[in-house]
């Protein structure tokens, strides 16, 4: 089956504009994060969406936001990016539905470079 | 903020040789998982383990893990050139139906032909 599907791959913006990002989870995984990976952080997370609900989310100013469709898939939104929003930004869906262990199955990521 | 704490940073070792990658937590956990990422790309699920687990195996993947010292170690066996990437433990907590998955800094890890 077809894995996490994140576009674009590569993306090149300026200081003060926005950004949306796009994932498209494995067929039938509801649940799909958002994380920001740079060299100085590391991974980090973003937020949760389950059934297009928000049901999680880091530490991050509100010009981070997301959303999810019905379908599952899901958007991530930057606005007035600054230099320090360069970053490879991951999507991951998983099966879970509640409690549970399961694996999450990440995208090949979009790499975001702010000028 | 990074929940877990990998050591050593970086390793080197020979083709054939084995593997050993820590990681130490600071909190509760309900699972630990170990990521691998080959040169900035997606993280791909090696193996998860569960809280009431102590030991787990996949193939030539070796995890343990230790609740009480709140740590865990990935063991690779007869590593071979394509394992060379970067590897993650990750933390997963939930409380109802959120989650989230707190990582540790990395391990890159090189494999000499």
């Known amino acids: 089956k077809a894995g996490v599907t994140q576009t674009p791959r590569y993306l090149i913006k300026t200081r003060g504009q926005q950004v949306t990002l796009s994932c498209s989870p494995i067929?039938?995984?509801?649940?799909v994060s958002w994380y920001q990976q740079t060299p100085g952080q590391g991974l980090q997370f973003l937020f949760e969406?389950?059934?297009?609900?928000?049901?999680n989310k880091g530490n991050f100013p509100g010009r981070f936001s997301g959303r999810q469709f019905s379908n599952s898939r899901s958007e991530m939104n930057v606005s007035t990016l600054e230099l320090g929003d360069s970053a490879l930004y991951l999507c991951a869906s998983t099966n879970r539905r509640g409690q549970g262990a399961y694996g999450y199955t990440f995208g090949s990521g979009t790499r975001l470079t702010v000028v | 903020s990074q929940q877990g704490e990998e050591d050593p940073q970086a390793l080197s070792i020979q083709e054939g040789e084995n593997a050993t990658m820590n990681c130490s937590y600071k909190t509760s956990i309900n699972n630990l998982q170990w990521y691998r990422q080959n040169s900035g790309r997606g993280l791909v699920h090696l193996i998860l383990?569960?809280?009431?687990?102590r030991e787990k195996h996949s193939g030539r993947l070796r995890v343990t893990l230790d609740t009480s010292k709140k740590s865990s170690s990935l063991l690779i066996t007869a590593s071979r050139a394509a394992d060379t990437a970067s590897y993650f433990c990750?933390?997963?907590?939930?409380?109802?139906?959120?989650?989230?998955?707190?990582f540790g800094k990395g391990i890159t890890l090189s494999v000499r032909p």
């Open positions: 969406y389950f059934s297009e609900t928000q049901r």
């Open positions: 990750a933390t997963d907590f939930y409380t109802g139906a959120n989650s989230k998955l707190t």
């Open positions: 067929s039938g995984h509801r649940s």
């Open positions: 383990i569960r809280s009431n687990e």
